[in-house]
């Protein structure tokens, strides 16, 4: 039997999904990144193979995406996460027109043309405001875990402005906040806001067409996707796992390029 594999070596998180001829999710696994790239996705796959009852040989090609793609010298290939989140996204919700992926330390939006294709796409990566990494410093200095952060949120009787788009300059403003008593939950609310507010103004640079998947950890905390349904005026398709969407899309294109080369 071959099998297909994806690994997506992510700034906070590493996924391996492995897939069969049908394209069958038969193995999927998430790990810390950490201080290594090769180091993850060579533990990341193990791990997937494991699960799958598999060994490396029944492997037929393996596709790594991610920053740490360059990283891997066992994959047959590297491709950009924006073709494989957009590969993913298409392949669970075959409606969907625009992927809004946000990760550790960037954010993405997409737009997929017919097919799945990529059709136009833009990108923050420069500055950790409008990412994950925003929502992992607040929530560490708010004393909140990360799956703590959309139950809290939604829980909020007000939202609190933040005013800084700068995360260092936010961090001081929240650490104000709490001095003076604000509820945790209506802060992390006016985070929430602040973070849909960047990512918002990606979407309509891009434009929303069909229907609209978040993928990436970020896609985790119910108060974002909470606040960004409101912007976008309809439901956002979630996968019960969103880390492993990029992977997903990795596996699917390592099982198409086999096809094509016969
Ligand atoms: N259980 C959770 N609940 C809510 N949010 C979460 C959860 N787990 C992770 N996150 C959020 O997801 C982010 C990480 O997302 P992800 O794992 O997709 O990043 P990555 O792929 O490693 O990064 P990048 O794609 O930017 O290189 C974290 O910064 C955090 O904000
Ligand atoms: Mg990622």
Redesign the pocket.
């Given at each position: 039997m071959s099998l297909f594999a994806g690994i997506?070596i992510?700034?906070?998180?590493?996924?391996a999904v492995i897939i069969d001829q049908q394209a069958a999710m038969v193995a999927a696994v998430?790990l810390p990144?950490e201080a290594h790239s090769t180091k993850a996705a060579e533990t990341a796959l193990e791990a997937a193979l494991e699960q799958a009852g598999a060994r490396r040989p029944e492997l037929a090609r393996i596709v790594a995406t991610?920053?740490g793609r360059v990283s891997v010298p066992f994959a047959h290939k590297a491709v950009t996460?924006i073709t494989c989140h957009g590969a993913g996204a298409h392949h669970l919700f075959p409606g969907t027109g625009t992927v809004i992926?946000?990760?550790?330390?960037?954010?993405k939006v997409i737009r997929l043309g017919p097919g799945g294709k990529v059709v136009d796409f833009t990108m923050n990566?420069k500055c950790a405001a409008g990412?994950?990494?925003?929502?992992?410093v607040m929530?560490a200095k708010l004393g909140a875990g990360?799956?703590e952060?959309?139950p809290l949120s939604r829980a909020a009787r007000r939202e609190v402005a933040i005013s800084s788009v700068c995360t260092v300059f936010a961090e001081s403003e929240v650490v104000s906040l709490v001095a003076r008593n604000e509820p945790r939950e209506d802060i992390i609310r006016g985070l929430h806001r602040a973070i849909v507010n960047r990512v918002w103004s990606m979407v309509r640079a891009v434009g929303v067409e069909g229907q609209v998947t978040m993928?990436?950890?970020?896609a985790?905390?119910s108060g974002v996707v909470e606040l960004l349904e409101e912007k976008v005026g309809q439901p956002i398709n979630v996968y019960r796992e969103?880390?492993i969407v990029?992977a997903l899309g990795a596996a699917l294109l390592a099982r198409d390029q086999a096809r094509a080369l016969g």
């Open positions: 997506d992510g700034s906070l998180s590493t996924e998430i990144t991610g920053y996460e992926d946000i990760g550790g330390q960037d954010s990566d990412t994950g990494r925003f929502l992992e929530a990360l799956d952060l959309g993928t990436g950890g970020v985790k905390n969103p880390q990029g």
